[in-house]
Every structure is written in C-alpha cells, then in structure tokens.
C-alpha cells in the first residue's frame, strides 16, 4: 500500500500545482520582458521601431514531469505622419505551456495593436491604449496517466488495463484583453517611468475539457517600471519595478530592482560602436519565490537569465527549487529621425 500511497500522492500534487499555476495563468519571473503578455499597452513600446523577444522557463526540476513554458513575440511602431510624435503598434505572440504527466497545455495565439499619443506633442510624455485578440487551446493527455486500477496488490504494474479514457482531448476559445500605459521621462533624460495597468480575458471564456463549463476569471494587472540614472556622468542605472496581478481568488504580488552597468557608450554619431551594458538584480514574489537575474546587452541583442527559489508552501516537494528562464531579446532602430521617441519607452 505505501507504493499506492505514494502514487496517489505525487498525482494530486501534480494536480494541485497545475491548477495553481492555471489560475494565474502562465506568468515569468522577468516579466517586463515579455511585453505583450504583461499589457497589450506595451505593444510597439519600445527602445527601437521593431522588437523580437523569446522566452523559455523550466519549472520544478525536482518533480518527475517539469513544467515548461514558451513564448515568442514580435511588435513594432508605426508613424502614421512625419510631422507627428503620436504612433501605432502592432504585434503577435505565441505561447505554449506543458504540464505535469498529463501534459496538461495550453497554447495561444493573440494579436495586438496600440496607439500612443504625445500629451504635450513632445517625446516626455504619453499615454497608449492597447488592444489584444486570439486564441487558445486547452488539451491533454490520458496516456501517461497512472491509475488505482493498476495496482495489483502489492505493487503498481502499467500493464494492467486503466479502465479510463485514453488518447487526448481539446477545447478550443477566444480570447479578448485591453491595457492602457503611461509613460514619462523628465527634462534631462535621468529619470523615465512607465505606469501600466491591463484586463485580460475580458469574455470571461470557457476552457472546459468536459461538458461542465469552467469559464477563465478575468485577470487584472497592475505594474510600473523606473529608469533612475543618479547623474550625466554615472555608468549605473538603477531599475526597480513592481507588479500585482489578481485573477479570481488569486493575488500575486512581485517587487524587483536591477541595476545597469554600461560597459561601452553608443557611438552618437557615426554608430561604429555598439552600446555594450551588463545588468544584475533580483525580484521577489511574495510568498512563493525569490530569483536572482542577469542581463548582457550587446547593441540590438541583449540575453538574460533568472532562476527562482521557492519558498512557498510546496517547499518539501520543490526542494526550494523554482524555475530557470531564459531570454532573448532584438531591438532595431531604422528611423533616425524618430529615435529620440525612445526616451520614453525603455525596455
């Protein structure tokens, strides 16, 4: 019996770790770095006219099926009028989460457009509203499933028949979120904000995978991200940051701070150098984890890596281990003209 004992246990632990995650929906540790999931305001935000960013996190080593979560995403700015500091966004993002023996997922296809307009018809001051529209699947499988069925005894033998259903199932929904941000810089570029809050699944849709309804909560965020630079000569900038997320019964709040050392300045005028910058900080999620976090920037390119460490309740069977993310993020610039715009829109 302790065999059955054990299996049962790790079954439900799996399950309740699943639906913890579920009813936050997917999140990262390095949050601000996966825009268009954090606030469909954010789209064509940025510190270039295009933007291309990865993201990869394994989670819970330590159980037998690791969680793992990808997301890719692409935006860019649009100028309707030369004359004009106002802009548009566009973009798309793709994720895809597994869980667990079941491989419990969900994958998404969401496309986003933003406008952004100058409150003062400079480049300190704006206001975006944003707009995002797709598509999810929820599916899993019955294959590598255990069961009680299967124990014959004395100990859990696979060959003995489930008595369950087998092979997979899908639900398919549409997906509606909305954001607005603000964003601020002040006269001698030392000190820039931005100060965001969005709703995602405003349909409230169905993600059933039986014939009983399980409507998704709508999930309110709340975040805000500071670009302290102490002086025109200082080669360290400071970036705290904070969001607060709440779906259903579920609160989430992380603080974190990075700070930037600028290893080698841009070249203003000719672009023969690159800028070269090394950051380091960390973040707390309160309650479940801490994560250390590293970022290299080398001109358009810039790679960071985190890894959490759990202190939650789920401690014991997590062995204090969370998870590792990684990364990888583009930016380009092609409009000369407009790059100043970016004073405002850090990433």
């Known amino acids: 019996m302790q065999i059955k004992k054990y299996t049962l246990t790790i079954l439900l632990l799996s399950v309740s770790i699943y639906h913890k995650s579920q009813a936050q929906d997917l999140h990262f540790s390095q949050y601000s770095y996966s825009p268009l999931n954090l606030n469909p305001a954010l789209t064509g935000v940025s510190n270039g006219d295009l933007r291309f960013v990865s993201n990869y996190r394994n989670q819970w080593q330590s159980i037998s099926s690791p969680y793992r979560t990808i997301s890719a995403g692409y935006d860019m700015s649009l100028?309707?009028?030369?004359?004009?500091?106002?802009?548009?966004?566009?973009?798309i993002v793709f994720n895809?989460?597994?869980?667990?023996?079941?491989?419990?997922?969900?994958?998404?296809?969401?496309?986003?457009?933003?406008?952004?307009?100058?409150?003062?018809?400079?480049l300190s001051n704006f206001i975006t509203l944003g707009f995002q529209a797709g598509f999810g699947?929820?599916?899993m499988s019955y294959d590598g499933l255990s069961w009680d069925s299967q124990f014959n005894g004395n100990?859990?033998?696979?060959?003995?028949?489930?008595?369950?259903?087998?092979?997979?199932?899908?639900?398919?929904?549409?997906?509606?979120?909305?954001?607005?941000?603000?964003?601020?810089?002040?006269?001698?570029?030392?000190?820039?904000?931005?100060?965001?809050?969005?709703?995602?699944?405003?349909?409230?849709?169905?993600?059933?995978?039986n014939s009983v309804s399980d409507k998704l909560y709508k999930k309110i965020v709340v975040h805000s991200n500071f670009y302290i630079r102490p002086n025109i000569n200082s080669k360290t900038t400071f970036i705290p940051n904070i969001i607060y997320t709440q779906q259903g019964s579920q609160k989430l709040l992380n603080l974190g701070t990075n700070a930037k050392y600028l290893i080698q300045d841009r070249s203003k005028f000719t672009g023969y150098n690159s800028e070269v910058a090394f950051y380091i900080g960390g973040m707390y999620r309160v309650a479940d984890a801490f994560a250390l976090c590293?970022?290299?920037?080398?001109?358009?390119?810039?790679?960071?890596?985190?890894?959490?460490?759990?202190?939650?309740?789920?401690?014991p069977a997590s062995k204090s281990r969370g998870g590792t993310e990684l990364v990888v993020m583009y930016n380009y610039t092609f409009r000369e003209k407009k790059k100043g715009g970016s004073s405002v829109r850090f990433f």
């Open 294 to 315: 590293t970022r290299f920037d080398y001109g358009s390119l810039a790679f960071a890596l985190s890894y959490d460490v759990n202190v939650s309740g789920l401690t």
């Open 137 to 139: 699947q929820n599916s």
């Open 155 to 209: 100990s859990f033998d696979a060959a003995l028949p489930t008595n369950e259903p087998s092979g997979s199932i899908a639900k398919t929904f549409s997906d509606f979120s909305a954001g607005v941000l603000y964003s601020y810089t002040n006269e001698s570029n030392l000190f820039k904000m931005n100060v965001g809050t969005a709703m995602f699944h405003i349909n409230n849709p169905d993600i059933s995978l």
């Open 96 to 122: 895809s989460d597994k869980s667990g023996e079941s491989k419990l997922g969900l994958t998404q296809v969401n496309l986003s457009g933003s406008y952004s307009k100058s409150l003062n018809g400079s």
């Open 79 to 91: 100028y309707p009028k030369e004359s004009s500091n106002d802009f548009w966004g566009a973009g």
